[in-house]
């Protein structure tokens, strides 16, 4: 067997979309990706729209915008690894390694702001792909729009997993001063093993725990995402998670059960059975138990969180840890009475 490192996926399922597909039967073997596989691709686009309203009632956001679409870190769970077949890729190896990257996002997002109805209304940056990923590194797109968020005063919520984002200390610092921001921080095992297969090209679970403790002591108001939670792999290091996040500074969590819809099932099943054959069966039946005999439920509410026995019981542990370690106690919201426009557009391009 030939196992592609440095990468999650190991197989480029067929994009639903297209009519025709291409195949290569007898592959030859890749090199560690850390000595040269196929590298990286970075598409830039120019794109027609960024934020956008969020339909779904079960994601706690109402608009989202996402500099980048794909993502190189690779989790092998990815919801977002789908969305990349609209855009003519595979949901495998494809949404690693062909990064589309909107290099007119500051532009569409100032003229956004400068729409006459928008009241400043909270956004999501990475809800859908990681706006640290390494592109993040080359284009610095994020960076440019949190430059314009804070000069209109829009409040942004932030997920990531990856410590590049302590390169924007000084403008989240900024922005915490008025209650404009809030860094979500994803956390999923403190065993490295684990996390160099199932999360190939992100930091480590050490370094997530930086992020939390340098952002909290400037202010920020930084937590902690435990997700998603899989039976059999990670879900029994929630406790040791929450507990070490709330005291690296963390004061919120959140949390998934983990859910395999359309090719995500296809890619997970390919991965768990290569990397932990001994108990792969096992995990996915637990996952099938947990998703009323399936791997995916795509009802509202009940999707993320699961239902059963299994998911219970890790709804129960989420529930018990944040009474134990202080999170979640306060009601905070990000303040959207300081948005503002400044009086001409700005030049920071």
Same mark, same amino acid.
């Given at each position: 067997?030939?196992y592609?490192?440095?990468?999650?996926?190991?197989?480029?399922?067929?994009?639903?979309?297209?009519?025709?597909?291409?195949?290569?039967?007898?592959?030859?073997?890749?090199?560690?990706w850390?000595?040269?596989?196929?590298?990286?691709?970075? !598409?830039?686009?120019q794109?027609?729209?960024?934020?956008?309203?969020v339909?779904?009632?079960?994601?706690?956001?109402?608009?989202?915008?996402?500099?980048?679409?794909?993502?190189?870190?690779?989790?092998?769970?990815?919801?977002?690894?789908?969305?990349?077949?609209?855009?003519?890729?595979?949901?495998?190896?494809?949404?690693?390694?062909?990064?589309?990257?909107? !290099?007119?996002?500051?532009?569409?997002?100032?003229?956004?702001?400068?729409?006459?109805?928008?009241?400043?209304?909270?956004i999501?940056?990475s809800?859908?792909?990681?706006?640290y990923?390494?592109?993040?590194?080359?284009?610095?797109?994020?960076?440019?729009?949190?430059?314009?968020?804070?000069?209109?005063?829009?409040?942004?919520?932030?997920i990531?997993?990856?410590?590049?984002?302590?390169?924007?200390k000084?403008?989240?610092q900024?922005?915490?001063?008025y209650?404009?921001?809030?860094v979500?921080?994803?956390?999923?095992?403190?065993?490295?093993?684990l996390?160099?297969?199932?999360e190939?090209?992100?930091?480590?679970?050490?370094?997530?725990?930086?992020?939390?403790?340098?952002?909290?002591?400037?202010?920020?108001?930084?937590?902690?995402?435990?997700?998603?939670?899989?039976?059999?792999?990670?879900?029994h290091e929630?406790?040791?998670?929450?507990?070490?996040?709330?005291?690296?500074?963390?004061?919120?969590?959140a949390?998934?059960f983990?859910?395999?819809?359309?090719?995500?099932?296809?890619?997970?099943?390919?991965w768990?059975?290569?990397?932990?054959p001994d108990?792969?069966?096992?995990?996915?039946?637990?996952?099938?138990?947990?998703?009323?005999?399936?791997v995916?439920?795509?009802?509202?509410g009940?999707?993320?969180?699961?239902?059963?026995?299994?998911?219970?019981?890790?709804?129960?542990?989420?529930?018990?840890?944040?009474?134990?370690?202080?999170?979640?106690?306060?009601?905070?919201?990000?303040?959207?009475?300081h948005?503002?426009?400044?009086?001409k557009?700005?030049?920071?391009?």
């Open positions: 067997m030939t592609i490192k440095g990468r999650g996926a190991q197989l480029n399922p067929h994009n639903r979309f297209e009519k025709t597909r291409f195949s290569r039967d007898e592959p030859t073997a890749i090199d560690d850390e000595q040269g596989d196929e590298p990286t691709h970075y !598409i830039e686009q794109t027609k729209s960024l934020v956008h309203k339909e779904s009632p079960d994601v706690g956001m109402m608009y989202s915008m996402n500099p980048y679409q794909g993502c190189e870190h690779g989790c092998i769970y990815c919801y977002a690894r789908n969305a990349h077949e609209y855009w003519g890729y595979s949901a495998g190896l494809d949404f690693e390694r062909n990064i589309i990257v909107k !290099i007119n996002a500051p532009q569409l997002l100032e003229q956004f702001l400068m729409q006459p109805s928008w009241e400043g209304w909270p999501s940056l809800g859908n792909t990681d706006c990923q390494p592109a993040e590194q080359k284009y610095r797109i994020t960076r440019r729009l949190l430059e314009i968020c804070y000069a209109f005063k829009q409040p942004v919520g932030i990531t997993k990856n410590a590049f984002i302590l390169h924007d000084d403008i989240l900024a922005m915490a001063r209650r404009l921001v809030s979500l921080v994803s956390i999923t095992s403190f065993h490295e093993e996390r160099r297969l199932m190939p090209r992100t930091t480590t679970a050490q370094q997530r725990l930086r992020v939390i403790r340098e952002l909290s002591q400037l202010g920020v108001r930084t937590g902690v995402m435990l997700g998603p939670m899989i039976p059999g792999l990670n879900e929630m406790p040791a998670i929450m507990k070490a996040a709330a005291e690296a500074g963390a004061t919120f969590s949390y998934t983990i859910r395999l819809n359309g090719a995500i099932k296809l890619i997970f099943h390919d768990l059975y290569k990397n932990f108990r792969a069966d096992k995990v996915w039946h637990l996952i099938e138990q947990s998703h009323g005999g399936k995916n439920d795509s009802r509202w009940v999707r993320m969180r699961g239902e059963g026995p299994i998911a219970e019981l890790v709804r129960q542990q989420f529930i018990k840890c944040n009474k134990r370690y202080g999170l979640n106690d306060e009601r905070w919201e990000l303040d959207s009475s948005f503002c426009r400044p009086g557009q700005l030049s920071l391009f």
